[in-house]
């Protein structure tokens, strides 16, 4: 039974940097949505993409929470922990610092399982590699959505214009600024206008939750592999 509890450790503690993360996760995205203008079909798609990144670090973490044999376990958060961190800090701002207790939740988890690993030449080690694998996926997904983007051809002016029927409605206008500069020029017909230079394109979106999908299948089948690897492990503790 204390081998079985043993097994166990680092669980609770998994589950609770998922939670850290994803609460706060959800209720940025959700501020993100609701705040972002304007509210146009080609940042939608990209909209969703950035938030599915941003709550990728913690559903792997819960996937992993559920990994019977600790060391297959504890080599996985190591991974998902710096993903965590990277992803955190891809904010540019001080909200990345609410993610940080989720983050020192997840290695503490992860610390906590390899405390109890066997066989770590069979588990830990393998593990470790597929979880620096996964986050490598994940960083990808990152890379495509924040930073593959060109600056000077991804500036999208947009103006709010309202028709005759009094409906206001956002639409495109191209980016008539200098060199080094955006502007949608005097405004005809527009009440307001926007230019965006970081607007994120479907092909960068399609990207990047291709991304979130790879390694959250990599996680699964992991997962289905470290359950053929702790049989023997529960069926020693049956015979004692």
Known sequence: MSELKNQKRGTRAAVIGSAAGLIPAISLAFYWFLSQEPN????????????????????????????????VRGGLLLG????????SFSTFSLIAFIF????????????????????????VAPA????????????????SLLWMQSQDS?????????GPDGHSTWESRPNVGEQGTISVGP???????TCISGI????????????????????????????????????????H
Request: proline share 4%.
């Open 40 to 71: 146009v079909a080609a940042q939608r798609v990209g909209n969703v993409a950035w938030a599915l990144l941003l709550l990728s670090p913690y559903v792997l973490a819960l996937v992993a929470s559920r990994v019977r044999e600790p060391g």
């Open 80 to 87: 998902v922990g710096l993903l965590s961190l990277v992803g």
């Open 100 to 123: 940080l207790p989720a983050t020192f939740a997840i290695w503490f988890a992860a610390v906590r399982s390899l405390t109890v690993a066997r066989h770590p030449l069979a588990t």
């Open 128 to 143: 470790t590699v597929a979880g620096l694998l996964i986050a490598a996926i994940m960083g990808f997904g990152f890379f």
């Open 154 to 162: 991804e500036v999208r002016c947009w103006v709010l214009t309202q």
């Open 187 to 193: 405004l005809t017909g527009g009440e307001r206008s």
């Open 200 to 239: 994120i394109t479907n092909s960068e979106a399609a990207m990047s939750i291709g991304a979130v999908a790879i390694a959250i299948l990599g996680m699964v089948i992991v997962s289905m592999w470290s359950g053929r690897v702790g049989r023997p492990i529960y069926g020693d503790s049956r015979r």
